[in-house]
């Protein structure tokens, strides 16, 4: 079980086999039924993946590594605040206190600095689990309070994309830790996520604004077996989150008779970081067949259908795979980030379910900043040794 996430191509068999067995408990009526060319496609996928994994297995194995505490987490916790505070000043107002009064309107640009949100989300998100991996490796309980300081402003802004990319690159670092798996590690890692996953929930009604927990199941189609049983409705959340975007790309199947990109359409839309195309390249809101107007997630795949349907969908894996490969491969080699490092890309990975990990920024900018720390350590003990080697 651990080399699933030790090695990217495993994880993505893991991952992307997830929301087909979540299809299965059919919670909800307004899901299309899967076709054999879909199901044959992730086929494909995995059969290369486990090839591809193999190899990595035999020629780059993942050895876990211990790191000593930063001496820099007081003064980027102190940066990050401040860099929060200036964004409530820009915004005038801090969402969670606002949901508390009943007058938040949540949208892409309800908070923040355009483009330095972006690069601050990304960054806290890496840092904070960073931080956690301190922790691990060193056990001092000053760290829990460091890393509970790192996540806090998630709350208060109430992402709760943001939170899951914490807790669940948190709950990577923790298990790439452990020597082996044993089965009280993989109960208490069950009941940690049935907790979580309920929070997730919780979370979602409370944005919603709404006081009845069954509430979005009745307007997402909800079966009456879900509804009169006695499964906590919170979870439908994570039901539709996990389920809806295989759900959507089927629909997006069905419903796209012929290509409506093309080639550079895609690979400008899907290939490259938004952060990098907004400023560049000229781009219009994108759509697709969804089964519902609020469930407007597809997997990494949907688009790709609609530009350029099997070949585009072809395309996108082979550019996925070759994308955590070297990444996995350059990463292997730094020590310090190895580790947060991986915890990210396996994220990337599991996300990858939803949306585009590749050209959504904020969680594509997370890659970055573990490469980027590891070449700037690189070129600090390359200049110790060589003064070192003049004295």
Known sequence: MKKLIENPNFMYIAAFSLPFAVYTLQWSTIYPALTNQLLYFYLFTFTVCLILGSLIQISVPFKYIQIKPSSNNSKVLFLLYLLYLIESLYSKQVPLLQIASGSFEYSEYSFGI??????????????????????????????????????????LLVTRSSILHVLLGSFFVYLLSRPNLSIRIVLKSAIAILIVLFLFGMLGDIRSKSEDSSYIARISGGTEQFLNSSVPKQYYWSYLYIASPVANLQNNINFTSAPEGDYRSMIV???????????TFHTEERHFNQINPFLNVGTIY????????WKGMLMMFVYFVTIINLYYIFLIKSERYRVSGLAILCNIIVFANFHNTISYSVISLQLVYPIIFSMNRLVKNRHIQQFQKMD
Do not use: G, M, W
Request: aromatic share 26%.
């Open 114 to 155: 355009p483009v330095l949100h972006t690069f601050l989300i990304s960054f806290n998100t890496f840092y904070a689990i960073y931080t956690f991996h301190q922790y691990i490796s060193s056990r001092r309980t000053h760290l829990i309070l460091t890393f509970i300081l790192a996540i806090f402003p998630f709350f």
């Open 269 to 279: 839309n899907e290939f490259v970081p938004t952060f990098l195309t907004k400023f």
């Open 302 to 309: 949907v688009y790709c259908f609609s530009d350029l349907r």
